[in-house]
């Protein structure tokens, strides 16, 4: 087909903010000499032989500047685990975190200890705020532990408390709060240090599915204007689809596939991937790239752009009953996408809906 | 496995029966015919090991080594100790003589109005009422400037005692194998040895000093903080540790920025239990030495003055009120709401003018008199009124106290006391050792005939087992009274309340004050130190009782109701059937409390472990008192674990039953 050779992806000409490579978790007895004395990774069974629990098992991967990277996995799949190898907060049985060119598990306590003060921030999946202190004084906590002079810190923790849309709320304190208030407090300390690489290990998962909903708007607002790399973990697929530059879908320790949700969509590696994207709609997901058929003439009824999602055009493509013409930043012809395409994928129908 | 064999009941040989009835049958043979292996029965003398005199000699021999550091030691805590006297009991003499000008202490007004401001601050009105009557009630009934003396040792020795706790804690925490093969069995001994034990080597390393029975009662009341430390960061929830590190937290500020104040709530139930055992050691601190309310107690106890020593009794109940209450609310305190920029005096209000009034009061103490010395016309006593009740009493019920102490004399006391003693050792030592291998594993057998053989060895046989004959009583009367009140109290609520109110008072009580009463009606003597450890160990029984079933999940009653069960069908077959480990587990807290409380009851002349403990005391005999304590811990451990083992056995067994129910 010839949608295969179409390049998808923001990531692929960017560089690699962080990436790991062949991390294992092994939980139980000699692991490390478990793994260092095989030329070859060992499977499932030869964990089980030797008594050991594979939570994160040879995972390789490159999340680039600026992307949303998403690990999507059940409970007990191992991406929690994996996200904490990444912050080094577990310490990897074997491989490699780099990040900005520098191995991370071989970094020194004071230096990790610098470049979380710096470089890094989390927001976690029940907030984590401390009892004991305020609004400001949680948001102004990773400054205050750098031992930034108390008015800066201050002007800055207001900074951001205004960012997430907090200001007036101050001098609450996190039992005063509800959870989506909580969160966005969460969110604003993870931010007041302005870090480089954001980690969310399930940011909305404890919430109501409307704020969740909210929040994720939200968080897509503040990273139109920050632009961090984020390395996001959930274990809800519609989530993933919803906020994703890329997905990792982890299962028993292992990622058994990597793509954009239209890859994912498009082409499952496994059955179980297949199982998570089979209601996903199409449309959504789906970018005009992926539809349209070389062009063949003139008469076309307007111009959209390749990497418009079909949903977004399906309306006016399908009223004006006629093709319209793919073209990019440059305005050169790419090919075309007919209103029948269009109505095949929203009802479902051909060889893309499937 | 045979286990599974004896609770299905079915057909396979019950051999777990069988070993117990071999063995019982096998011990009372050995019991009744003594001649039938002499050294079986009754511990051969020439096996005895000489261990106390061993241990005598080893602290004689290292006195003179350990004496500068002991001296130092006593110097360094006697300022914090001198200042706190001189505070809030003697004023500073600024020259030498008694007519010497003095700093004044603070004024008694000043301190009543202060800890009712503490209360308010903290708790609003009810506790600032609670408090006010408290200390007003020392000020009225005259034990004022005891009741100093003993709030000077319990403010010197509960930050110590609270700081050492915490660090010990602390350091537990951060090294689990400190923990597990240090602290815990320290603290396992240190709550089971009788404080009475372990005062006498504090006692002869430190000397009379003003010091000591500050060391004797911070060693007494610390364990508690160092395990509420512990526990409080163990349960720190795993994110807000993560969130630390991702912070860029260092160890130091991991520890003193998150994890010990996200920790506080349960760290401020430590220092509670700090302040009541500090209470609770006050008349034993007072026997090595220590002023203040315990030596009025004692004196009256010794001197059979009931009055004196009921008020200064009840003095030391309303400190412990007003100090428990206190530090409750102060722990459940949320903190205070005040925007950025609420200047220093709007933030504090309370402390300020609980300053000023101290201030204040005191200042003006040394012009009226009556500001800084509560006026002998103010004060009043119901001594008399005690004392005459009492010989009131006796006067006219004293046949019905005779008969009821002759009735459990007979009838109860001494045949128990009387197998006990004819029990041969070695079966008692096998018994256990059977007990532990059917409840749990070798480990378990091996650890309870070691410590039930111990007193064997050691050659006080005897005397533990009218200790095990005291505590065993009293253990099964506390359960005949505590379990039935505790299934009362689930089931009515203006009970609930009154045996609330009831139990909290008896567990401020130090254990001593018990007593006095009960030496008044039934004279010195087994039955009375019976009645006051029921009184003492009846607590346990009734609050795990009242948990148990409070914690029996609501949707197993409302399945039960739905079935059509009556309330006492569903009292006999769910709720009690379920609440059962929580059961044993006050079962084992009474036979503990039980223990504790038999040491101080030989104070009225029992032949038990306690005597043996008391005399080691008066002779300062370092080597008899500790063995003769390790003793009363090591049955106590014993019963503890044993009790435990079946505990978790029994949950066991429910959690498969409802396992297999669901299938």
């Known amino acids: 087909m010839a949608l295969a050779q179409v390049p998808i992806g923001a990531s692929a000409e960017k560089p690699a903010k962080l990436s790991c490579k062949h991390v294992w978790k092994l939980f139980g007895q000699n692991a490390e000499s478990f793994l260092a004395g095989r030329p070859t990774p060992p499977d499932a069974a030869a964990l089980a032989e030797a008594g050991l629990v594979g939570a994160v098992r040879d995972v390789t991967l490159d999340v680039a500047e600026g992307e949303i990277f998403i690990v999507m996995g059940l409970s007990g799949s191992g991406k929690s685990t994996l996200l904490r190898c990444l912050a080094r907060l577990i310490e990897p049985t074997a491989g490699q975190v780099v990040f900005e060119g520098r191995d991370l598990l071989k970094a020194s306590e004071a230096e990790m200890i610098d470049i979380r003060r710096h470089k890094m921030g989390m927001v976690f999946q029940n907030f984590a705020l401390l009892p004991h202190l305020s609004v400001l004084d949680n948001v102004a906590f990773p400054l205050a532990i750098q031992s930034v002079p108390k008015d800066k810190r201050l002007a800055r923790a207001r900074e951001v408390i205004e960012l997430v849309g907090l200001k007036g709320r101050e001098g609450a304190y996190p039992r005063e709060l509800s959870g989506g208030q909580q969160q966005r407090v969460g969110i604003a300390r993870s931010l007041a240090v302005g870090p480089d690489l954001w980690f969310l290990d399930e940011p909305f998962s404890a919430l109501d599915p409307l704020i969740r909903r909210e929040m994720q708007t939200e968080l897509q607002r503040l990273q139109a204007v920050l632009k961090k790399t984020i390395i996001f973990i959930t274990h809800d697929f519609d989530e993933a689809i919803r906020l994703a530059d890329r997905i990792a879908i982890m299962k028993d320790g292992a990622v058994i596939q990597t793509g954009t949700p239209e890859e994912l969509v498009l082409r499952p590696a496994t059955e179980y991937v297949a199982e998570f994207t089979r209601d996903v709609q199409r449309a959504k997901v789906m970018s005009v790239r992926s539809l349209m058929r070389p062009a063949n003439g003139a008469g076309y009824a307007g111009t959209v752009r390749p990497e418009q999602k079909i949903a977004a055009i399906a309306a006016q493509v399908i009223e004006a009953g006629k093709p319209f013409a793919v073209a990019d930043e440059s305005g050169a012809l790419l090919g075309e996408i007919a209103p029948q395409a269009v109505l095949d994928l929203l009802i479902g129908r051909g060889p893309a809906g499937a | ?663």
């Open chain 2, 1 to 663: 496995m045979t286990d599974t064999a004896l609770t299905s009941g079915s057909r396979p040989i019950p051999w777990g029966r069988i070993g117990w009835l071999l063995l019982l049958g096998a011990t009372l043979a050995l019991g009744i015919w003594h001649g039938l292996l002499p050294w079986a029965a009754d511990y051969p003398k020439p096996w005895v090991l000489p261990l106390a005199k061993q241990i005598t000699t080893l602290f004689k021999a290292s006195l003179d080594t350990l004496m500068p550091a002991t001296r130092a030691f006593s110097a360094v805590l006697q300022v914090p100790l001198d200042f706190a006297i001189g505070l809030f009991a003697k004023g500073f003499p600024l020259g030498p003589g008694p007519d010497a000008p003095a700093i004044p202490r603070l004024s008694w007004i000043g301190i009543i109005a202060a800890v009712t401001l503490i209360g308010h601050a903290y708790g609003g009105r009810k506790v600032a009422a609670i408090a006010f009557f408290c200390f007003a009630y020392l000020a009225v009934f005259g034990q004022w400037n005891p009741a100093m003396l003993t709030l000077a040792l319990v403010a010197v020795c509960v930050p110590v005692g609270a700081l050492l706790g915490l660090f010990i804690g602390v350091a537990a925490y951060r090294n689990p194998r400190f923990d597990s093969y240090v602290v815990r069995p320290a603290l396992d001994l240190l709550q089971t040895v009788p404080a009475f034990a372990y005062i006498i080597p504090i006692l002869f390393l430190f000397g009379f000093t003003p010091v000591t029975p500050l060391i004797a009662t911070v060693a007494f009341a610390m364990p508690p903080m160092v395990r509420a430390t512990t526990l409080a960061l163990h349960r720190v929830p795993a994110e807000i540790q993560e969130f630390g590190a991702m912070a860029g937290c260092t160890r130091a500020q991991l520890l003193w920025r998150i994890l010990l104040p996200s920790a506080k709530p349960t760290l401020m139930i430590g220092v509670n239990q700090v302040i009541m055992l500090t209470l609770n050691m006050v008349i034993i601190a007072s026997m090595i030495g220590a002023e203040g309310l315990g030596f009025d107690v004692l004196f009256a106890l010794r001197n059979q003055k009931i009055g004196v020593g009921l008020e200064a009794g009840l003095a030391i109940t309303a400190l412990a009120i007003a100090l428990d209450r206190l530090s409750q609310a102060a722990a459940e305190a949320k903190p205070a709401l005040y925007r950025p920029g609420t200047p220093f005096h709007r933030r504090h209000p309370h402390l300020l003018l609980g300053l000023a009034i101290l201030a204040a009061t005191t200042l003006l103490g040394t012009f009226l008199p009556a500001f800084a010395a509560v006026p002998p016309e103010m004060t009043v006593t119901t001594a008399p009124v005690w004392d005459g009740l009492v010989k009131w009493i006796n006067v006219n019920f004293f046949d019905y106290f005779e008969a009821l102490r002759t009735f459990l004399l007979i009838w109860i006391l001494n045949p128990v006391k009387l197998t006990l003693l004819n029990l041969p050792w070695l079966g008692a030592v096998l018994l256990a050792a059977y007990a532990g291998w059917r409840l749990r594993d070798k480990g378990l057998a091996m650890l309870a005939a070691g410590l039930i053989a111990f007193p064997a060895l050691v050659g006080l046989w005897d005397k533990a087992m009218i200790t095990v004959y005291l505590c065993f009583i009293a253990a099964v009367i506390s359960c005949l009274i505590g379990i039935p009140l505790g299934v009362v109290a689930t089931r009515s609520r203006w009970f609930d309340r009154v045996q609330q109110v009831v139990v909290d008072t008896l567990q401020t009580l130090p254990s001593f004050v018990y007593l006095i009463p009960v030496v008044m009606l039934f004279r010195v003597g087994d039955v009375t130190a019976l009645i006051a450890i029921v009184a003492f160990a009846v607590t346990p029984a009734i609050r795990y009782t009242i948990h148990g079933i409070r914690q029996v999940p609501p949707h197993l009653i409302e399945a039960a109701i739905a079935t059509g069960c009556t309330r006492g069908q569903i009292l006999w077959r769910v709720q009690l059937p379920l609440a059962l480990p929580e059961i044993m587990l006050g079962i084992n807290q009474t036979i503990l409390f039980a223990l504790s409380m038999l040491v101080i009851t030989a104070l009225v002349g029992t032949r038990d472990l306690g005597q043996e403990v008391y005399i080691a005391l008066t002779k300062v005999d370092t080597g008899r008192g500790i063995i003769a304590g390790l003793c009363v811990a090591f049955l106590g451990i014993a019963a503890d674990r044993l009790l435990r083992a079946g505990a978790e056995r029994f949950r066991r067994r429910l959690g498969i039953a409802a396992r297999a129910g669901m299938g």
